[in-house]
């Protein structure tokens, strides 16, 4: 059945009655359909029919010219609504992307000259940008003013002053079947048409229900272009995103790798008014955290409010489920991310709430920034027991000074066995706990101390930057079996299939039976300094059950993009490898390399729980503070340099955050001395404090 | 016996799936196409440079044109034709301009290419790509077959650098990732297997995006036939070292304004000064001006503002397109003498 997948329906569609049922439903004589191609298409139909009749009257290699022939009438049909766009200036490197000088695409979306585009063309911030207009006579050139930005979709609307123009006429969103025939254009090769890639539509709803999915190639020579059906109609327009992250640059990787994502352009135009009034645009958030962040994750039970967020104010409370929003349905967390990623901060959305066994309406009106969460604190270390060891409660290894868990009169050795009623046998579970909670609160914890049970009440705190200098002694880690395959001391190690080496420093004293802290050592450009790391830190990760790990970079002169991966990947392999406690993971950079330790501290959220940039300041607004996946962070600086005052402006700027962020003092820059390190494994060691 | 009308329809339907495949495929074309398509092993197997390609078999008496690259660094290339057949090739000729190369190998009878028939088509238009792309067929075995469209027809402009390419002219861009190691020296064709391009190299863009593009048998027909008629042996960079700009480089000044000081890697070129009475003046240029077109060419920084000042010859025209506020405004110079 070729023939119907020829006409932009599901390959599903089987039979003739039913494709001529939804011909029918397509041919709506609306006005703005192109004619041609409507007419091809019937006319396609129709020899369809008859070549069944008269199966001698097929002509071979007709469907593939019939094919063609659609393509190009639909293309030529939206051909003057595509513009090209071109940028003056700008930087060349985008964090680590290098940006393009080539032209890129925009698509017309009024006839008094709005055009809409993917933020991806602005990135490198341009100072003046031309849109190339074709016009029956050739083309044409303008100068375009940026008006509006969608953040979450990562679109722009741009104008020139023109009229009379012709813009595109969208698909109807809900009528996009996967399956149908797609076909991706730019205008960035040949001004006097547009460069095609076909495809078909792969999924819908995709990105936190923001976009569709196409396997037309999607590149920079044609994202801001439009993903037009074979009637020539507009189904979306063509953006880099990516599921995992959001950016201007994101997905740009997957670049004709068979995924491509286009906005609709129906949900564009919901909130055309808002953007040619010159708003901003940005995601809607609602300010509730859920247990689960796994895709298979089921109801959407609240694990956490944030204080005057919208869920706040709806009056959402912890353990309530979220059963409905607007007119759909919420069976499972997915459900609910896919409808309020397609929403903006301001938009009003209806709750149906679930609360023990009653259900209740709500209505929140979304918002584009939430308070930083703070993370607070009882103020201990806690034990580190072995893993095959059972216990009974969370042990407590050392109570810091002037905190909630000291004045409450909390104890090394203490076993805490409850927090407000709720058993906990683990540091996660009471870090969990923690994050629902908030600073000032009082709570309530049941100790043994020896045979004794206690009850004591502990106010949390802030949790502390961490500069501090208070002394703990180390835990010891008792000595225990090592597999002879698994390697200690120094040594240098390639990750399967790659031909690149690291290095990494695994104490003698290693005991699979204990979790040990991580420490990724990325090297400043042009010098691993891996014989000074080692000597310097050697006896520190001993005594403290540190291994440290020391990827290079593919080209020593520097880190680029295409390294990030890489250093995941060896990180990855420690923790497969080694036991690593997951919550004393941390990353390390020094000057240039600093930049590039805090991008994958904030990139792999998930993974990294800690991040010391060495004379290196913030150079990109942080994140998030996150409570789901908490970061300390360390700055060191020394005195009188440079960037000293950077760094300390950066420290101000996450506090402000939220982040609980260190500023440590070093003698001289770029030295580790024996007191720098000293405070630095200290800090790493208390990583895991609740 | 007596048919009954089901078998009648049956086999009428059969028929008709039959005749159905075959204007669904494009076999008749792959067939008449894969005999005269040859892979050619030389030179390379370093780092990243292929030691295998490509060629297309141009005249009966063993003509093989393909791309002129490393490959052919050797003194014989082995070529391998579709039915298995094993023969040493050497270049007898090349041109350096269309990056084209002519190899022969002593055989007769070859199904061959017309070059002097082929086909045009425009974007959108159903192609057929063949090549030995990442040395998959050895032996006997034909070379692989793709399907895409032709995304777009336009001009390569030639390159320097990592990515060289020498050829500056028409090309095709394809919808199909057929430009990977091995694949230079293919053929692209119409799904009816009419002669469209030769594929090229492994090239980036401007956008950083990896380009499939062929040259236009069109444009490589004359030094084919020029080649295999024995007309030169190699067109060479000789002649056009000869049309290098001379020494008269011209410099902003010369026409009468200043540009801001070039100090980023894409600095801009907005006007800075206009000299008083100065052409530039008497055509209403103005400070703050931003050049953003010359002579077609768009200006994304002062580097290329300058490449468009250092091909200038005297009594040229230079038309600049500024911007000025929203608004765009063209002038034109005439180029002094120096």
Redesign the interface.
Known sequence: M?VLELMGFASRGGHIVQVRSQFSSHAQPTSHQAPTTLRLATFVFVVTLF??AF??A????????Q??QA??QA?AAVSSSIVRI???????LVGEV???????TGVIVSADGYIITSSFNFV?D???V?VTLIENDGSK???A?IIASDKSKMLTLLKI?ASGLKPITAAVKSEIKVGQRAIALGR???VS??????GIISALNRVNGKAIQTD??T???NYGGPLIDLYGRCMGIIAPLSPQQEGETSGVEW??SGIGFAVPLEDIQRVLSRMTAGETLHRGLLGVGFESQSPLAGEAKILRVRPNSPADEADLKINDVIIKIDEHTINRLVDLRQILGNRYAGETVKLVVKRADKTFESEAKLTDELLAYEFNSLGILPQRPAIDEEVQGVGVRYVFENTGAAKAGLNPNDQIKTINGQIVSTPKEIATLLSTMETGQSIELTVTRGDDELTLSVSLSAMPNGDGSTNFPPLTIPPGDVPKELKTSRFNQKLTGSDRNFWVFVPESYNANYGHGMLVWIHPSGDTMEADVLRSWKDFCIARGIILVGPRAEDISGWSATDEKHVKDVTDWVTENYSIDASRIAIMGSEDSGVFATRLAFKYRELFRGLIAMESPLRFPPPDSDPDSRLLIAFVAAPETRERDRIEKSVELLRKQKFPTALIDSEEAGKFSFDLVNSLVQWLDSLDQL | MKYHPAWIAAI?FC??NS??A???S?S?AVESVQPKVVKIFGAGGLKNLASYGTGVIVSPDGHIATVWNHLLDSDAVAVVLSDGRRFYGRVIGTDSKKDIAILKIDAQDLPFFDVSKTAQV?????ILAFSNVFKVATGDEPVTVMQ???????ELSARRGRYKVPYDGEVY?V?A?TNNPGAAGGVLTT??GRLLGMLGRELK??????LNYAIPFSVLREPIEDIIAGRFSRRDDLLSAANQPGETTYEPIDFGFLLVPDV???????LDTIVEESKAAELGLQPDD?I??ANGE????IRTFKEVLDQLIPGDDLQL?V?R????ITVTFIVPKK
Request: net charge negative; charged share 20%; proline share 6%.
């Open positions: 070729r070549g069944i199966p001698a097929v002509n071979a290699q007709s469907l593939f010219k094919e063609q393509i190009q293309v071109e940028t003056v200036g700008g930087v060349d290098l940006t393009g000088t080539g032209p890129t490198s341009p100072a003046s031309l050139n303008y100068a003013k002053e960035t090769f040949d048409f547009p460069n095609i890639s076909t037309a190639k590149s920079p020579v670049y004709d | 009428a028929l008709m005749q159905l075959r204007a669904e494009a008749d425009g974007p959108g238009a159903a895409g469209v032709i995304s777009a027809k336009t861009l919808d990732v799904v009816d863009g401007r956008n950083n995006t990896w980023v890697a894409r600095t801009p070129a907005y931003l953003v077109f768009l200006v994304n920084s397109i911007r506020g929203d608004d765009l």
